[in-house]
């Protein structure tokens, strides 16, 4: 096993060692584990095979998704390989960029879009593509098992999908031959909290630059986590103008002034800043 996956490895056994993920949870699988911007209610439908959610926004007109989660045993075996993170859980920055994004839908419209690092569940740009009129959407991950439940969510939701405008595919951020295809393809770029790995820092950065088109930009939802966000960020001056924004969005805001009374809750860990990535 090479030192990045050790590094993984490490990383997601120490967060079930010290309970702060449980796989199995319907809704609370972190210490903090949601802002709560978007209800989410399980499915009881014994003709679907594995765990099935409905994330909801009664605010933002009553908008809705049904995603299948992995409910697999964590052990060695099924988080080896690339970064498997996505598969524990929605993490609370993918919660406020779904929210942040199906807020601010009418921004998509006729864009081309790629979410980077989607996770198994792709949420924030499923939501774009159920909710907007993108021309286009593109749902990636390195890991094999989130692009398959990705696809699987696609299809469950196909009824909100104008076309077959809305996709998946496996893209590694190292690997050039994974984005080739898609070079200067892309208007808007969306990720979320995929900054806590550094050594990965200068793939995601390459990966952007030959994604987006002249003049597009990227949107990345994360906390500090102490230096890494200002680490990223400075690489990233180098081949984008960069935007820092702490306060986006009234409710967000609203939402972290009431986790700061809890125990569970912090700042530099939990509360994801967006960062406005323009390429030059």
């Not at 299948?68 to 920055?93: E, K, M, Q, Y």
């Not at 994974?178 to 790995?197: M, P, S």
Request: charged share 30%; hydrophobic share 40%.
């Amino acid at each position: 096993m090479n030192s990045h996956a050790k590094r993984r490895w490490k990383f997601l056994k120490d967060c079930i060692l010290t309970r702060n993920v449980k796989v199995d949870d319907d809704v609370s699988v972190r210490r903090f584990s949601t802002f709560q911007l978007l209800e989410v209610e399980p499915i009881d439908d014994k003709r679907r095979e594995g765990k099935w959610l409905r994330y909801e926004s009664r605010e933002l007109g009553k908008s809705s998704l049904n995603i299948r989660h992995l409910t697999s045993d964590v052990s060695p075996s099924n988080l080896a390989g690339f970064n498997n993170t996505g598969n524990i859980c929605v993490w609370p920055s993918e919660e406020v960029m779904a929210y942040y994004c199906l807020k601010q839908r009418d921004s998509f419209d006729g864009l081309a879009v790629c979410e980077l690092g989607a996770g198994m569940t792709g949420l924030a740009a499923l939501m774009v593509g159920a909710y907007s009129n993108a021309a286009e959407i593109l749902v990636t991950d390195g890991n094999s098992q989130s692009v398959q439940n990705i696809e699987r969510n696609i299809e469950a939701n196909e009824f909100d999908f104008a076309s077959k405008r809305v996709k998946s595919s496996i893209l590694l951020w190292e690997c050039e031959a994974d984005f080739k295809e898609w070079a200067g393809h892309f208007d808007v770029i969306l990720c979320a909290d995929g900054l806590f790995f550094e050594d990965s820092h200068d793939g995601l950065i390459d990966t952007m630059k030959a994604l987006l088109k002249p003049k597009g930009y990227a949107l990345h939802f994360a906390p500090k986590r102490k230096h890494t966000l200002q680490a990223f960020c400075k690489k990233a001056e180098k081949n984008f103008r960069v935007e820092i924004t702490e306060i986006y969005d009234a409710r967000v805001w609203q939402k972290h002034q009431q986790a700061l009374t809890l125990s569970s809750y912090d700042p530099d860990l939990h509360y994801p800043l967006m960062i406005r990535l323009e390429k030059y």
